[in-house]
């Protein structure tokens, strides 16, 4: 066995050994943590019931929609500029960090003014959308994330994340044992932001690296700004459908309601680190192989359409058939309305994978203002989708309109666009890839 591992290793480039080692590095990290999150989120959906545990996930999509504020958004475009220019990491690095740091100041204050002016009198909502809201600032650090995604060397980030959410992970189970109050789960999401962003700075440091040396060049702050703004007016549109849905079930129907349908999105959206595993690691041969002929380029990105087409087929027909199974496990038997929910919100994946590797394709070609037209597309029609289903459907409503909505965004609306026709129908293969799965499995055995 190990002589036939070392002839297929053999087989692979040292590019290509160091992409796989950088997935694996992630995936491992990701497949254990989303199954102690998974854990401990059931631990505390139980704990605080459906209507405590919808107050909390209402708080948590309210303050998700100053998250574009924080320009957090730019990571992207840092990874790229490092990639390109990694002798200038000083300038690039500093720079970033001085408009994520003010951003997560803006988008702080800004959550705090205006859950006190559209609900004055709930002190409760104040409270957790302040505390929430802290994380803005402690996410600041995150472009030392964007140059270790740059070297291709993720273990460190894993290191840190991996710490911060072991802390995190004991403190919640001990809130729960100790029944503790509903705001004190919201100081672990802060917090564990605080920790990861200095585990960070640490290995950055461990790495030789000193951030004593970053300097902010004020005149790139206006190129920083102006590259990220179209991921940043996209990111205020996907944020906003998705979690427009909570906050509309909030005021439509209750919190219960919000708690419930959480549960299952909730789920279903924590495999999404499949795919942002797979861009990641694979965003920079991205960049490198757009200089390479077009039939080249298209050829690896078919090949990553499709090796994520194919993990959402898989986990569709896995995980639907035995949805009450699987949410009566998690969650317990308050949660059972959850079912028919996480049965129909599973299939948004097949779109939100397809969607996330597109997103990279778009920075990689400087298209970044088709992602904020695709993005207020799926934003109205989900609004409008809502007003409608919510109040006839509820929570199985909210799905529905979320299914289409993404399917608008995320592939629809790029058919109809010169600039992204071609790209668009490399998803539409990835989506017919049931049909074309002996061509697939040869393409990665040639």
Request: hydrophobic share 50%; net charge positive.
């Amino acid at each position: 066995m190990f002589q036939i591992l070392t002839k297929m290793a053999a087989r692979f480039s040292p590019h290509q050994r160091k992409i796989i080692s950088n997935t694996g590095w992630l995936l491992i990290s990701r497949v254990l943590r989303t199954v102690v999150n998974l854990f401990i989120t059931a631990l505390i959906a139980r704990y605080l019931q459906p209507d405590g545990y919808g107050q909390l996930q209402y708080a948590l999509a309210f303050c998700s929609f100053f998250l574009p504020l924080s320009t957090a958004q730019m990571g992207d475009v840092v990874t790229r500029d490092l990639v390109k220019n990694p002798e200038d990491q000083s300038r690039i690095l500093g720079t970033a960090f001085t408009v994520q740091l003010f951003g997560g100041m803006i988008a702080a204050i800004s959550a705090i003014a205006m859950s006190l002016l559209i609900a004055p009198t709930n002190s409760l909502m104040h409270l957790l959308v302040a505390i929430i809201s802290l994380k803005f600032i402690f996410i600041s650090g995150q472009p030392i994330e964007n140059w270790f995604d740059s070297k291709v060397d993720s273990k460190f980030k894993v290191f840190a994340g991996n710490i911060a959410f072991a802390i995190i992970t004991a403190i919640e189970f001990s809130l729960v044992l100790n029944q503790a109050p509903l705001y004190t789960f919201a100081i672990t999401v802060s917090l564990e932001s605080l920790i990861y962003g200095l585990g960070l700075f640490f290995f950055y440091s461990w790495n030789h690296q000193n951030p004593l040396q970053w300097r902010t060049d004020f005149s790139r702050i206006r190129y920083l700004l102006i590259e990220s703004m179209p991921l940043c007016f996209s990111t205020v549109s996907l944020v906003l459908y998705k979690n427009l849905d909570r906050v509309m079930l909030a005021n439509l129907v209750d919190n219960q309601s919000v708690g419930i349908y959480s549960s299952a999105a909730t789920l279903a959206e924590s495999l999404c680190f499949l795919p942002t595993i797979l861009c990641v690691s694979l965003y920079p041969t991205i960049i490198r192989a757009k200089h390479l002929e077009a039939s080249v380029y298209n050829e690896k990105l078919q090949k990553i359409y499709d090796l994520v087409a194919l993990t959402a087929y898989l986990l569709i027909l896995g995980l639907a058939p035995i949805a009450g199974f699987v949410i009566t496990l998690i969650y317990g038997q308050a949660y059972q309305a959850a079912i028919p929910i996480f049965s129909l919100y599973i299939w948004s994946s097949l779109f939100s994978f397809l969607g996330i590797v597109q997103s990279r394709w778009i920075v990689a070609e400087g298209l970044q203002k088709f992602n904020f037209y695709s993005r207020v597309t799926g934003l109205a029609l989900n609004l409008a989708l809502n007003l409608v289903l919510i109040p006839r459907y509820q929570a199985v409503g909210a799905t529905i309109a979320t299914i289409i909505s993404y399917a608008i965004a995320n592939y629809v609306f790029f058919l109809f666009i010169p600039r992204t026709r071609d790209n668009a129908h490399l998803m539409t293969k990835a989506l017919f890839l049931p049909f074309r799965l002996p061509q697939f499995l040869k393409s990665f055995s040639a």
